[in-house]
């Protein structure tokens, strides 16, 4: 035999891994410099698939980085950098002790500063990856662009925010690639498509945050760090497919001594004339699209689906809104400009109102609030809620349901796909009927008439559903009926009766051969083995728990009391 | 001699007092003066001689009188040091005075003397050093010159700029401008990418559906629940409009933890299981295919007062015994479920067991100590008789050996109500079994400290041996081999298998069970079934291995018996959840072939009584029928 004796975790997984501890000690570094590379690069821990072999067989709760990542890091020029911003620090304190005022600001002067071009380079070599992670930087950028000058970071750093976000709001209204919008408890949540890339962020409502003590800014400062830089060379980079100059003279109303939600507002009001510029070209672009090779099938559906989302681009189209004064003026605007609408506010608010309330040729007037004294007759006056559920219908919804001081259908998340066996919301059911054309139950017969007129595209696809459409209608009514005596009887107790297929000798066989199959199953899972059988109770549970919470849910409004759900009364404009 | 330092508080202490005229000096130090209280002296001169305290002391009225009467009592000081009054003078007085109203005690000491400078202000005329100013210092510096002319030649030649002013705005340019996809690393390719945000759903929307909102209960859960524990980490709320919507106190919170998530969290590239659930289901022939086996429960054997612990069928499957702990034992017959007979015995019926030999109508009935033969008088006349006169025909042995039991022949009353033999053994039997032939039987008498546990007996020559000399733990139950001479005994976890002809140890069988309950063998003889109560039946391959072929747990509770079929390939296990369940167990001839085991049936029937659900199960000798026995004081026989 022979040989020398192999000692235990020098080999395998044990060396391919390091903890943080150890990772720190070979770059050098001070934990909170080891935490902002980290954060810069990129890096994070790693669970090993075998951690008591990391461990050295201890099973001590610990993280562990990739070995190979810390060796890339060592290379890292901006190590050297943090190295000499900790010379920097020393010196200027020294300087300050002896009150060399002049070195002081020789020192100042000459204060090192590192860029994260490279590493932005080197964390997404493409730029489809860079868009692809820009959600988190989206959301981070907007939540400090609404930060006050406490104190809680630079000055710069939220004038910078400020700068990217209307930047970025300013190309999603140029490319009109808006999607999605959903108001949350939380905020605004924004869908974007661009170049392909579904992008979500979350905005905050307008309001002064208390900052909470347990949160260490100093990490999501060095977040940001990264992501505004991420996030210019994003913007840099979409303005240039648009053949916009880069960076944009909006820019220019950027000042701090507007508020922020003002500065956005008169950014976008500002872009306006842009965005119209544009439009021709996008529509010289549309056309060229028809691919040659291709099956006509799928030709066909992929023009419809184009032909859906042009249609969606221009939904305000044509539509001359006024935003009173309670509603949140930022995000509606946007909304409204990123679907081709006219937007004007009150101009004593904020600046960038083109027009004033008295205009005649203002369509919709959104206000927020139980009544109005003096109102116009040639326009709607409808709740800010119409715009957002119009635009995730992609349709414009019928507004009786949302006009002043009506109580409102539910606001539904644009976010969830029901799968088969979720539970669907009834109004969700409604919409979805609407969205097909499907023709609403109570309506005049003169506006039936204009409805057929408008409706002669759809009407193929009509044929199509219309039985499943029946059923679901009668589903539907079904489930109001019921919802409706639960009101009224708490309980009803109806004679049982025997049913058909007990009695009857076809139905009998289906039920002895269902019952059959049933105890087959049942037997034949009693003859799995241990560890199939433990796999297969856990999905059967989940799959159980699941069916149990959409029955509850579905049993649920038996609790609280749902407003009459009516169909959508229908008037097409 | 100094002037008189006046004494404001004499108890003070400090000796440096001296009186007028006299010289006495208290040379005692600074002690308390009232160690001297019992003394006639207070202290001691220079010269080391007693100073005597005054002949007699002042007593209060002394005090009060002088108090009234002095004038100068005002002035009048006591020095303890001496113990003499001490009159104080008018400058001493004035002293005090003066020191009460923080003056100088000084007289004379003026505070306000005028101040004197040190130096003069006045500028002086002539130079202090009288030295001629240098040339240098009126004329202007060449090297200096020299420096300034080279840096203007600099500016002037381009070589020095101006200071750029420092860029504090980012630059921005198209990064990804040389886009080279060969330049993605390694790196890149082991990646995990984060997940991104969950996507809000209908419940976090400001205006959801009722549905979505909780009800008063589920909130104070929600809201006593870890925040680890939560569904939902926020509550869903309803606002009746969008100006009422507050701002989310936990929005900076979020985004924080997201950081943390982003930089500190683990992450590990994990595989879902995505297994369809009906693919795990094993795939096994179905029962259909697999008739005959008993369906339905089809008739109910009622007569017991109390629990069936046992039953057995006659080898023509015309009868059917059961023993009770109602100290009967009753007689059905099959087909029509009546009770042809009953008979009182004297005690709770363990086991009964009826001859396998078809020419032979005994049937073995166990309880307390004894072991009874019964002819039942059932069936065939001509066996009856026989089986009598097989009985009668014993001749006892020239020899009379000492037995472990006594053998009995019953006569008389007991004669005519069946009873033919009467072993009563020493301890109480637990389980009686027949050999295949029907001469042999076996008793079991649990035990746990001695070596009598098992007893076989050979009716025709009334003969009763000990087959094992040695105690290998409690005995559970035992079975013969169907065609050889083997011999099966299960202890708590263990099944031996001895060879009744070389009398040594073939095999041991390891079930894996914490207690057997119950043991059957299969007619061809090479395979066993175990039911344990730790609910586990173990399928036994002797050819195969000592451990157990397969383990079934089919059942909730504890196994209480099991049965093999005799023809068809069939077994059933009844349990304390008062189920018996009917499984196909095929055995091939073909050695290579492992057996069959396919659950066909769950028969349900028996109540649970006191925690006992079925008792006993046997099979019917030909019909694939089988009869179990339970607590609820029924026999039923599902076919």
Known sequence: MGGLQKKKYERGSATNYITRNKARKKLQLSLADFRRLCILKGIYPHEPKHKKKVNK????????????????????????????????????RKAYGKAEWT????????????????????????????????????????????????????VQTITLCRRLTVEWMNYVVTSRSLRKVFLSIKGIYYQAEVLGQLITWLVPYQFAHDHPTDVDYRVMATFTEMYTTLFGFINFRLYQTLNLVYPPKVTQYLDLTFSCAQQKLSALSASLARVVATAEEEENQLDLFPTEGEDQENMQAREKEQKEQEAQKRLFEGLKFFLNREVPRESLAFILR????????????????????????????IVDRPDMDKQYI????????????????????????????????????????????????????????????????????????????????????????????????????????????????????????????????????????????????????????????????KIMFGKKRTTREVSSLRCAPAKPTRPSLRPFACRWR | PLPPLPRPHPAKGIHKCRKMGQDIRNTVGNVPMEWYQDYPHIGYNLDGKKIFKPIRNKD???????????????????????????????????????????????????????????????????????????????????????????????????????????????????????????????????????????????????????????????????????????????????????RA?????????????????????????????????????????????????????????????????????????????????????????????RCMK????????????????????????????????????????????????????????????????????????????????????????????????????????????????????????????????????LVQCVSFHPLRPYFFVATQRYVRVYNLIKQELTKKLMTNCKWISSMAIHPGGDNLICGSYDCRLAWFDLDLSTKPYKMLRHHKKALRGVAYHRNYPLFASGADDGSVIVCHGMVYNDLLQNPLIVPVKVLKGHQITHDLGVLDVTFHPTQPWVFSSGADTTIRLFT
């Open chain 1, 378 to 537: 040639n326009r709607y006056y409808i709740q800010p809620q119409w715009v957002f559920d119009s635009v995730n219908a992609q349709m414009r919804l019928p507004v009786e349901d949302y006009f002043l001081g009506t109580t409102l259908p539910p606001h539904l998340s644009p976010f969830v796909e029901e799968k088969d066996g979720d539970y669907v919301p009834p109004e969700k059911l409604k919409l979805m009927a609407l969205q097909r054309g499907e023709k609403p139950v109570q309506e005049d017969e003169e506006e039936e008439d204009e409805e057929e007129e408008e409706e002669d595209d759809d009407e193929e696809e009509d044929d199509d559903v219309d039985d499943e459409e029946l059923t679901e209608e009668k589903n539907l009514k079904k489930l109001e009926g019921t919802r409706a005596q639960g009101k009224t009887l708490a309980v009803k107790v109806t004679p049982g009766k025997v049913k058909p297929w007990e009695t009857g000798s076809v139905g009998n066989k289906v039920r002895l051969e269902q019952e059959e199959k049933a105890e087959e199953k049942r037997l034949a899972i009693m003859m799995m083995k241990k560890k199939e059988k433990y796999l297969y109770d």
């Open chain 2, 60 to 242: 209060e009225l002394d005090e009060f009188l002088d108090k009234m009467e002095n004038p100068d009592y005002w002035r009048t000081v006591h020095d303890k040091m001496t113990a003499s009054d001490i009159r104080l003078t008018d400058e001493q007085v004035d002293l005090v005075h003066r020191l009460q109203k923080g003056q100088f005690g000084d007289v004379n000491f003026n505070e306000y003397e005028p101040s004197v400078d040190f130096f003069t202000n006045e500028v002086m005329i002539h130079p202090v050093t009288n030295r001629p100013q240098d040339k240098r210092s009126f004329i202007p510096s060449l090297i200096e010159k020299e420096k300034v002319s080279k840096l203007v030649h600099a500016i002037k030649m381009g070589w020095i700029k101006p200071r750029k002013p420092k860029e504090t705005t980012p630059q921005y340019y198209d990064l990804w401008a040389k886009e080279d996809p060969n330049a993605i690393l390694g790196r890149h390719k082991m990646h995990v990418p984060a997940p991104k945000m969950r996507l809000p759903g209908h419940e976090e929307s400001y205006n959801p559906p009722p549905e979505y909102l909780l009800t008063e209960e589920e909130r104070l859960v929600w809201e006593q629940q870890d925040a680890e524990d939560r569904k939902l980490p926020f509550l869903p709320q309803k606002h009746s409009c969008l």
């Open chain 1, 57 to 92: 067989g201890s099973t001590a709760p610990r993280t562990f980085y990739l070995f190979k990542d810390i060796r890339f890091l060592l290379h890292e020029p901006i190590v050297r950098k943090f190295r000499e911003y900790k010379v920097f620090v020393r010196k200027l």
């Open chain 2, 342 to 473: 009953t008979l009182e015995v004297g005690g709770a019926v363990k086991s009964v067991a009826w001859n396998p030999n078809p020419a032979v109508c005994l049937v073995a009935v166990c309880f307390e100590h004894t072991v009874l033969l019964l002819n039942p008088s059932l069936g065939d006349r001509l066996v009856v008789s026989s089986t009598d006169q097989l009985i009668t025909a014993y001749e006892p042995p020239e020899e009379d050996k000492e037995q472990a039991v006594t053998w009995a022949l019953s006569e008389g009353l007991e004669h005519n109500k069946g009873h033919r033999l009467t072993l009563t053994h020493p301890k109480a039997v637990k389980q009686v079994v027949w050999h295949g032939k029907g001469d042999y039987l076996s008793s079991v008498m649990p035990d746990n400290s001695s070596n009598l546990q098992v007893l076989i007996h050979q009716v025709s020559k009334r003969r009763t041996q000990n087959p094992f000399r040695k105690n290998k733990g």
């Open chain 1, 338 to 365: 990123c679907f081709g609408a006219e937007v004007s506010w009150d101009k004593s608010l904020c600046i960038g109102g083109t027009y004033e309330v008295t205009d005649e040729t203002i369509t919709h007037q």
């Open chain 1, 103 to 154: 070195g002081v600001e020789r020192l100042r002067d000459n204060k090192p500063g590192y860029k994260l071009d490279h590493i932005i380079k080197e964390r997404y070599p493409t730029f489809i990856d860079a868009l692809r992670d820009i959600d988190d930087a989206l959301s981070m950028c907007f939540l400090f662009s609404t930060f006050a000058r406490t104190g809680k970071c630079h």
């Open chain 2, 245 to 337: 919507v507050p701002a989310f106190s936990r929005f900076i919170h979020e985004r924080f933890e997201r950081c943390l998530d982003l930089y500190l969290c683990p992450r590990q590239r994990k595989m879902r299981v995505n297994v369809n659930p009906e693919d795990l289901i094993p795939k096994l022939p179905k029962p259909k295919d697999l008739q005959p086996f008993p369906t339905t429960m089809s008739l109910v054997y009622r007569g017991h007062t109390s629990l069936v612990r046992c039953i057995s069928a006659s080898p023509t499957g015309q009868w059917l015994v059961s023993g009770s702990d109602d100290f009967t034992v009753r007689f059905w017959e099959v087909n029509t479920g």
